[in-house]
């Protein structure tokens, strides 16, 4: 069955440093790939998706994402945070059906960032 | 776009009574729909694939007759979390994709406390 991995329960940074959560994952075949961002009670927000293609992905708000096969890896990256950036992050991946979609997401547990002033 | 609505947002009722969630694609046509149970500070766990027209795909340990799915139009799907217990107290989310290479759009989310 397939996994995901994000090994870090909690990351605090700096406004203004730059941020690398990790994900990793388990599957036999190429998986499609997913980063989502959820805040306190709300549903998800896509930042970024992999398909296939260009294996660095860029996203929504600044961020963006490298699919690594080699490492079964696909880290989220910013090169500045925001206080705004602070949510939960969530690592997902997919499995292409019969119909040509992506089925049920699997998810990491997700990353809780917090931005120190 | 890409919006996908859910309501109710927040429902509490008492125990043993049923409930209705429902998850709407306002600007796309949904081939199908997920529904997603998140506990407190944990992860979202796949409940549920539905595609339009047909019977819901359950997830292993998932109670058919407890979660009854219907994806009648291409735009709703609905969620009956029939006789509600305390431990049915969730957050329960929805997603909504269009036909191929399509991602998932989320709704934001139904809190639903059973006391």
């Known amino acids: 069955a397939q996994s995901v991995t994000q090994p870090d329960i909690h990351i605090t940074v700096s406004e203004g440093a730059s941020l690398e959560l990790r994900c990793n994952y388990s599957?036999?075949?190429?998986?499609?790939l997913f980063w989502y961002v959820q805040s306190p009670g709300q549903g998800l927000q896509l930042l970024l998706k992999?398909?296939?293609?260009?294996?660095l992905v860029q996203g929504i708000k600044g961020f963006e994402a490298e699919f690594k096969r080699s490492q079964s890896s696909f880290n989220l990256r910013k090169p500045s945070v925001h206080w705004s950036d602070a949510a939960e992050y969530f690592c997902?991946?997919?499995?292409?059906?019969?119909?040509?979609?992506?089925?049920?997401?699997?998810f990491g547990k997700g990353t809780h960032l917090i931005i120190q002033p | 776009g890409a919006v996908v609505s859910q309501h109710p947002s927040w429902v509490i009722c008492k125990s043993g009574t049923s409930v209705k969630i429902e998850c709407r694609s306002l600007?796309?046509?949904?081939?199908?729909m997920f529904w997603y149970r998140q506990f407190p500070k944990q992860s979202l766990m796949l409940m549920a694939t539905?595609?339009?027209?047909?019977?819901?795909?359950?997830e292993q340990g998932v109670e058919k007759d407890k979660f009854l799915i219907n994806h009648a139009s291409l735009t709703l799907s609905t969620l009956t979390v029939t006789s509600a217990h305390p431990e049915d107290s969730s957050f329960y989310i929805c997603?909504?994709?269009?036909?191929?290479?399509?991602?998932?759009?989320f709704g934001d989310g139904t809190r639903l406390s059973i006391l």
């Open positions: 997603s909504a994709r269009e036909a191929g290479y399509q991602p998932q759009h």
């Open positions: 599957y036999g075949a190429t998986p499609y």
């Open positions: 992999y398909f296939s293609g260009d294996t």
């Open positions: 997902a991946v997919g499995f292409l059906n019969s119909g040509g979609g992506a089925d049920g997401l699997t």
């Open positions: 600007d796309f046509q949904a081939t199908t």
């Open positions: 539905s595609n339009e027209g047909s019977k819901a795909t359950y």
